[in-house]
């Protein structure tokens, strides 16, 4: 308690250009700690790397800087895992080998995320709306415990006995597993649905969609209730 009062009484006694200095400090730390997660590549590595070694999510972009909000956060947020990387290649850098690798034109400025699963060479065509959703696209495209979870959620939203099949997600999970963000946002979802009804889903939508448009929410909860709108959203489309 003592350390952190002391820090908040030395930041209000600093003079405002040296906080102004550490603050942009902290800010190019961050920058740079996303620059060396994320891969960039281009016509002559990108077949290397992309070789079905390993999982890899790569996106398409005009420029780095016009690629999905966020999308550097994905490649944080992966740094380190074995087996799976996360890359951009920029269309006006490498024009002839995007053109004739995606068939994708220099006019074309919407990024276009693909993934390349290990031991495939012909990729999956991912929507790149927000960062989020690309996370939570990848936690369960490369871990085999969530890819058998993502089956039975199909399962799931279909069956006449949804409380059987909600019990078959459950056992299918290790313990550590059964902690992991999404797989809680799922697990409560289904759990809620079996309960009340595949209406949860539109009711809670708008319930969620209300908070996080609200003043005052900070902006991890806001990234917190866009990940439980994904799931949402994900339920309700495979109704």
Not at 81 to 86: A, E
Not at 145 to 168: P, R
Request: aromatic share 8%.
């Amino acid at each position: 308690e003592y350390g952190a009062l002391q820090i908040q009484h030395n930041l209000s006694n600093m003079k405002q250009p040296t906080l102004l200095v550490l603050v942009c400090l902290l800010s190019l730390f961050t920058n740079t700690r996303a620059a060396k997660a994320l891969l960039e590549l281009d016509e002559h590595t990108f077949d290397k790397i992309v070789d079905g070694s390993k999982h890899v999510l790569v996106q398409v972009a005009q420029y780095t800087w016009k690629s999905t909000d966020g999308y550097d956060k994905v490649a944080v947020e992966f740094k380190g895992i074995p087996d799976v990387l996360v890359a951009i290649i920029t269309r006006n850098d490498n024009l002839d080998f995007v053109s004739k690798k995606f068939g994708i034109s220099k006019e074309d400025e919407t990024p276009r995320t693909l993934f390349y699963e290990k031991g495939q060479t012909v990729p999956q065509v991912v929507s790149s709306e927000d960062s989020d959703s690309l996370t939570e696209f990848l936690h369960f495209a490369v871990h085999p415990e969530l890819k058998k979870l993502s089956a039975v959620i199909k399962d799931f939203v279909k069956a006449e006995d949804k409380s059987s099949v909600l019990k078959e997600s459950q056992d299918l999970l290790s313990s550590s597993l059964k902690d992991h963000p999404y797989v809680k946002y799922y697990l409560s979802s289904m759990k809620a649905i079996a309960e009340k009804g595949v209406d949860f889903i539109e009711k809670e939508t708008k319930r969620l969609q209300g908070l996080s448009t609200s003043k005052g929410v900070s902006k991890q909860k806001v990234s917190e209730l866009k990940k439980r709108l994904n799931v949402l959203n994900k339920l309700k489309d495979i109704q």
